[in-house]
């Protein structure tokens, strides 16, 4: 966070020890004076003589009827002791009152920004941050990434489209007084990934040789939960540029998967299409009835072997690391 002149034009900086040392010293003065200035009880000081041993017994019994009666202390003695609890009430305050300026003063620098940009297994991206407080930070985030492959192998033709897409809200706590941090926040997932094959042999259920082209697509939650831990270089030091690193997991539930597709055979073709639900739909002539029934339960079986090992990815991990700027 900026200190100093930069961060407090014009204000006047409080130094608590000097204070503290300044009230002491008043005090100090003020019972100097009053030991002073305090007539004593024997010596010459005395202004109504000596008083004997036998008369004034400050620690014993007076014998009784005597005339002599022990002197009694100085008004102004009572009044020491007021004067000296006050001094004390005043130096206690003086100090709460520092401790009290200095987290004030400190909470009053924050309120800063900081921009930055990073890679990550959600993709390429920037984020833009505001410090709430020493301990507490917001991050806006965005991340992007494109992928798309094609190939061919054995006469058959496929194409893998990887598309990474989130923005999310996150929210940092430094529990300690340096760069660690733990995260938490939410983001919205756009991710999907999409596997299409064309003019090639693909296998369902319980049958391998059906021919003709198909099309799956995983996609998952749009609203995605995400917790990790966090460093940041320098963050203490206030502005300039510093390092940073993430990782964590975001909650994307069990991914969804759809198929689509067309089946050719014996010159006969049928369109087809599983739901996200598993539940088979086939239009068209795939042969007779019996050909078509076996088509939607082999794509239902398959489906469901799918989904099942789909199940285990409900996690999906998140590893960052980025440059950024903070002003």
């Given at each position: 966070m900026p200190t100093g002149a930069a961060g407090s034009a014009g204000s006047t900086q409080i130094d608590p020890a000097a204070q503290l040392r300044q009230v002491g010293n008043a005090a100090f003065?003020?019972?100097?004076?009053?030991?002073?200035t305090e007539p004593r009880l024997n010596g010459r000081d005395n202004p109504a003589g000596k008083i004997s041993a036998g008369t004034a017994h400050l620690g014993g019994d007076r014998k009784r009827g005597s005339p002599d009666k022990a002197p009694s202390p100085p008004e102004h003695r009572s009044r020491a002791m007021p004067n000296q609890t006050t001094a004390a009430l005043a130096a206690c305050a003086a100090f709460l009152f520092a401790a009290s300026i200095q987290?004030?003063?400190?909470?009053?620098?924050?309120?800063?920004m900081a921009a930055g940009a990073h890679a990550s297994t959600l993709g390429?991206?920037?984020?833009l941050?505001?410090?709430?407080?020493?301990?507490?930070?917001?991050?806006?985030v965005a991340n992007y990434f494109s992928f798309d492959r094609k190939e061919s192998s054995a006469g058959?033709?496929?194409?893998?489209?990887?598309?990474?897409?989130?923005?999310?809200?996150?929210g940092d706590w430094h529990p300690f007084e340096n760069g660690f941090r733990v995260t938490a926040g939410v983001l919205y997932n756009g991710n999907k990934f999409t596997f299409a094959s064309r003019t090639s042999e693909f296998g369902a259920?319980?049958?391998?040789?059906?021919?003709?082209?198909?099309?799956a697509e995983l996609g998952f939650n749009a609203v995605a939960p995400y917790l990790g831990i966090g460093w940041t270089s320098g963050r203490a030091d206030g502005?300039?540029?510093?390092?940073?690193?993430?990782?964590g997991a975001i909650y994307q539930g069990a991914p969804r998967l759809s198929v689509s597709g067309r089946v050719d055979d014996n010159g006969s073709s049928c369109n087809f299409s599983v739901s996200e639900s598993g539940r088979a739909t086939v239009r068209g002539e795939c042969g007779d009835m019996a050909?078509?029934?076996?088509?939607?339960?082999?794509?239902?079986?398959?489906?469901?072997?799918?989904?099942?090992?789909?199940?285990?990815?409900?996690?999906?991990?998140?590893v960052m690391l980025g440059v950024t700027y903070r002003f």
């Open positions: 003065d003020r019972r100097r004076t009053a030991l002073q987290p004030a003063t400190a909470r009053a620098q924050d309120g800063s390429a991206g920037f984020s941050g505001y410090d709430i407080s020493p301990s507490f930070s917001a991050r806006a058959n033709a496929y194409s893998v489209d990887v598309r990474l897409l989130s923005l999310g809200l996150l259920g319980d049958t391998d040789d059906y021919e003709g082209n198909l099309k502005s300039g540029f510093s390092f940073f690193a993430d990782a050909a078509s029934a076996a088509l939607r339960a082999d794509l239902e079986k398959e489906h469901a072997d799918l989904k099942g090992q789909l199940d285990n990815f409900k996690f999906y991990p998140v």
